[in-house]
């Protein structure tokens, strides 16, 4: 009988552990972000959003969105910090995926730079021009070259990742390029600025940064993705009411440097372009909220419209509304 009874209860120790093992190996996930300054980037340098969250966070830095889109695909990533083009672009393809968090709108963290003997749009005829491959650069690149009247076929418009940009660039091959940091701070070194981000998204052609969750890793693990988003952001809410924290001399800047390259002081410099979206305006419709009428879901369907008129994507969805979901900000706001 006591023998039953021990064998019992280790039975019971053993499933326990196992399920203890099983719950830990389930609390993992990949997470990808790209190279620049942002300020969350902070979290992941310090090991902050690891801890905080409790899980067993895997983070892996991508050259563009298109790339990160292309491991959520193979299922190698289940979070992502990306921008409105390839977002839209996936969105087309049905990548089951949802906007959970505003990382940034247009400013002047991405510009297009050309050459000194560019000055006017009459000039940008006969040039050849890159960007990141189905990037929000590219988006808008094409955009400015729309808006000026010309087509590709006045241009050479090349799609390459932002490295090769650089490279081209000081192999003279390329006019100007549509790029971010660090890119950004290379070319501008000797080309100057035509037109910023900003300024392309208030003639028409509006972008911006998100992080996007697949529907089933956002479905089964709620609690953190929430959790996630407010730890997110906390260090925007920082960037903006302590931007003395954020300084050239600051930890934070030192922190951003060791991961991505650059002195602290280009970091903090770089960190100025950022455009955040305060929580409470991303869950209003004009932003997560408001459905297929909400500006997430819009901008995404006239982004898809203009990639399907250049013929980047097939088709073009009658409604984006599902892939964007204001619930994880909205508890986040709940909570405080």
Do not use: C
Not at 135 to 154: C, F, I, M, N, R
Request: hydrophobic share 40%.
């Amino acid at each position: 009988m006591r023998k039953k009874l021990f064998l019992s209860i280790l039975g019971l120790l053993v499933t326990g552990i196992l399920s203890d093992a099983a719950a830990a190996d389930a609390r993992k996930v990949v997470v990808a972000y790209q190279t620049g300054a942002s300020p969350y980037v902070v979290g992941i340098a310090n090991g902050d959003l690891a801890r905080q969250t409790g899980w067993d966070i895997e983070f892996r830095r991508f050259n563009s969105g298109a790339e990160i889109f292309a491991a959520i695909a193979s299922g190698d990533v289940q979070i992502g910090d990306v921008g409105s083009s390839p977002y839209a672009a996936a969105a087309s393809r049905e990548l089951k995926v949802k906007g959970v968090y505003i990382t940034g709108g247009s400013g002047e963290g991405e510009a297009f730079v050309v050459r000194p003997d560019i000055t006017g749009p009459a000039d940008l005829k006969g040039k050849k021009f890159a960007a990141a491959p189905v990037s929000t650069d590219h988006y808008q690149l094409l955009a400015v070259l729309k808006q000026e009247g010309l087509t590709e076929k006045d241009t050479q418009v090349i799609a390459i990742p932002q490295p090769e940009i650089v490279a081209a660039w000081k192999r003279g091959d390329i006019d100007g390029a549509f790029v971010w940091d660090p890119a950004l701070s290379e070319l501008k070194k000797d080309g100057h600025v035509f037109l910023t981000s900003g300024e392309v998204a208030k003639r028409g052609a509006p972008v911006f940064g998100a992080l996007v969750v697949t529907d089933e890793f956002a479905r089964d693990n709620k609690e953190f993705v929430s959790k996630y988003v407010g730890l997110i952001d906390q260090y925007y809410t920082s960037y903006v009411n302590d931007p003395k924290s954020w300084g050239p001399e600051s930890e934070n800047a030192k922190l951003i440097a060791k991961l991505q390259g650059g002195t602290p002081a280009e970091n903090a410099e770089r960190l100025k372009a950022t455009v955040a979206v305060p929580l409470r305006e991303q869950v209003t419709d004009a932003w997560l909220g408001g459905g297929e009428a909400g500006g997430v879901a819009k901008t995404l369907k006239d982004t898809a419209a203009f990639l399907k008129e250049q013929r980047k994507i097939t088709a073009v969805k009658e409604s984006y509304a599902g892939f964007v979901d204001p619930q994880y900000a909205a508890a986040v706001l709940a909570s405080e």
